[in-house]
């Protein structure tokens, strides 16, 4: 038995370890603040400087409803209409190629795979393609759909090559949103005899629906911003054209490029579109995210109150 007089010791011996940890919890608190504030500079910054620079191009009358067809790169007038409707045109075949094809690899890999050999060859694959340049993609892209097969340099010909930069950030994401699924919910599902597709249509995928999304998000803001493919598998367009598979197709990437050769840091017209243009695509990319989550917010919603019923 403990005697009176140890009590006390041991008394100090606690409170002096829990002074202690309140000494590193609260210096882990200031590291951890202190490097999320490094981190956050830098971005803020940026935004910051293109919301500044690139305000004057989007308060123009002519931004949102006129191209640069007609207009060279010292006169001032012409907006980005053109190169906003590319670019919607563009995101919209990327997300309309890779998401469904994403998607069903991650559910493979994480539902059905295990560690058969082709799971295994699948998930490498994966990997590799994480892994590649744009640059490569758009290289390859153009040595079979110019080179091998003849057909003309595209836009839906930038949009295989992008699909094969979103192809292993949807794939990555969808199957590590499944994977944390509670595996009760699958047992649950299973038990009351609902076949496994079944189960994870209506089960595990509408779970793991937000972190999906957000993969699928990420992806498609990675390669709006690309350039290289579009310099090598389509050519800049100052007109307005709504065909992807023929004639050249102006984008917000490709916009901010042809200002840079036309001279922006020297003269300020080419200068004030360049900037527009930057901000345009941050907030083309800000608004398709707030929409998707709005969407699987009320999707969410709906399904609650499917099962309360």
């Not at 009358?61 to 590319?86: E, F, K, R």
């Not at 590799?128 to 079979?144: D, Q, R």
Request: proline share 4%; glycine share 10%; hydrophobic share 55%.
């Amino acid at each position: 038995m403990t005697s009176m007089l140890d009590r006390p010791l041991k008394w100090r011996a606690i409170s002096g370890l829990g002074w202690r940890r309140r000494v590193a919890d609260g210096l882990a608190t200031v590291l951890v603040t202190l490097a999320m504030g490094i981190a956050l500079t830098p971005l803020v910054w940026v935004l910051c400087s293109v919301v500044v620079k690139g305000f004057h191009a989007l308060t123009a009358s002519d931004w949102w409803t006129h191209s640069q067809a007609g207009i060279t790169a010292l006169d001032a007038g012409g907006g980005a209409y053109h190169a906003i409707v590319g670019t919607l045109l563009l995101g919209l075949a990327c997300a309309v190629i890779s998401i469904p094809i994403g998607v069903l690899v991650g559910i493979y890999l994480a539902e059905y795979g295990g560690r058969s050999p082709l799971a295994r060859l699948v998930s490498f694959t994966v990997d590799i393609l994480a892994g590649v340049p744009s640059i490569i993609a758009a290289l390859f892209i153009y040595a079979v759909w110019v080179a091998a097969l003849g057909l003309p340099r595209s836009q839906f010909a930038v949009a295989l090559a992008l699909v094969l930069l979103m192809l292993p950030v949807i794939a990555r994401a969808t199957e590590e949103m499944l994977r944390i699924v509670p595996v009760d919910l699958r047992e649950a599902a299973y038990a009351l005899g609902i076949p496994k597709w079944k189960t994870i249509a209506r089960v595990v995928l509408p779970t793991g629906l937000s972190g999906i999304l957000t993969g699928i998000l990420l992806a498609l803001a990675r390669v709006l911003g690309e350039t290289s493919p579009l310099l090598i598998l389509v050519g800049y367009s100052h007109a307005i054209n709504f065909d992807m598979f023929s004639g050249f197709m102006g984008s917000l990437p490709g916009m901010m490029y042809d200002q840079t050769t036309a001279g922006a840091g020297a003269n300020e017209v080419p200068t004030d579109r360049l900037w527009g243009a930057a901000l345009t695509l941050i907030m083309l990319i800000a608004m398709i995210n707030v929409g998707a989550r709005v969407v699987v917010k009320i999707f969410a919603r709906r399904r609650l109150d499917n099962v309360r019923r």
